[in-house]
């Protein structure tokens, strides 16, 4: 299975991502994730895009698309996938499609994570995020706390609200992603691969709708799935 996860920041693309992997053993490529390592290993990449990511603008699609590109090249390339944060963009879509192409894979199926601006300003002033850079789990203050308010379930590491989920920051990136949305889904519209969820609904419920538009297209793995991780047999 081979998903892309559509959806503004906030919108809750990393905890069903993580759902998925858990589920199907999917490999999870986030370049956000990618690029906050990249900063605090001060690579080059990190160089270009910190700048750019404190001021909640996108990353230069050149940058992104090699970065996503040599992730493919080589012999550990991930054969079944679920991408979270990218494609972003139209031409991103584009030149993943080429790129997946020259490996023998497709897309399978977008899910497009839908849910409004001001929810999404509300979810993410409650969003606490761990220090930790190897860790860099998210809670919410009130939806998902932490056992200890302010501290890292995972690791203990202090939690804080991430320079680019500053309000300010957000309707920046909230902007950029109304830019770039309309052509992107477009595209995987034409394709018919699009599943449009509502994702203002709690995590659970946006996972069996998830679950829901991925029996219809894939029966069989998903349905396997499914029913091996209910204990019975597939
Ligand atoms: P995320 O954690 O997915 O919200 O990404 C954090 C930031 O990384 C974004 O606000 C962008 O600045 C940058 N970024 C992540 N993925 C992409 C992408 N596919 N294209 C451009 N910029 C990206």
Redesign the pocket.
């Known amino acids: 299975m081979r998903l892309v996860l559509v959806g503004p ?1 906030g919108s809750g ?2 905890t069903q991502a993580d759902r998925l992997v858990k589920r199907f053993g999917l490999t999870v490529i ?4 990618m ?2 390592d990249a900063i605090r290993r001060n690579t080059e990449t990190g160089r270009i ?1 910190g700048p ?2 404190r001021q ?6 050149t940058v ?1 698309n090699e970065v996503v590109a040599e992730l493919f090249r080589g012999k550990s390339r991930p054969e079944r996938f679920v991408m ?6 139209y031409s ?1 879509a584009v030149a993943f499609d080429a790129l997946l192409r020259q490996e023998f894979l497709r897309v399978d199926a977008v899910v497009n994570l839908r849910i409004d601006d001001d929810e999404v300003v509300r979810r993410i002033s409650g969003r606490r995020c761990c220090s930790n850079g190897a860790c860099g789990v998210c809670f919410h203050v009130t939806a998902q706390p932490p056992k200890v308010p302010g501290v890292c379930t995972v690791c203990g590491a202090e939690l804080v609200l991430r320079d ?1 989920d500053k309000e300010e920051t957000v309707r920046r ?1 909230l902007g ?1 992603f109304h830019k770039n949305t309309d052509l992107l889904l477009e595209h995987y519209r034409r394709q018919g691969l699009v599943d449009d969820i509502d994702a203002t609904q709690g995590p659970e419920k946006i996972f069996a709708d998830v679950l829901a538009a991925l029996l219809v297209r894939r029966p069989d793995e998903t349905g396997n799935a499914v029913l091996t991780a209910e204990g019975r047999a597939p």
């Open positions: 920041p693309k990393g986030g370049t956000g994730a690029f906050r895009v750019l990511i909640g603008l996108l990353a230069p699609d992104v979270d944060g990218y494609p972003r963009t991103q680019d990136r950029e």
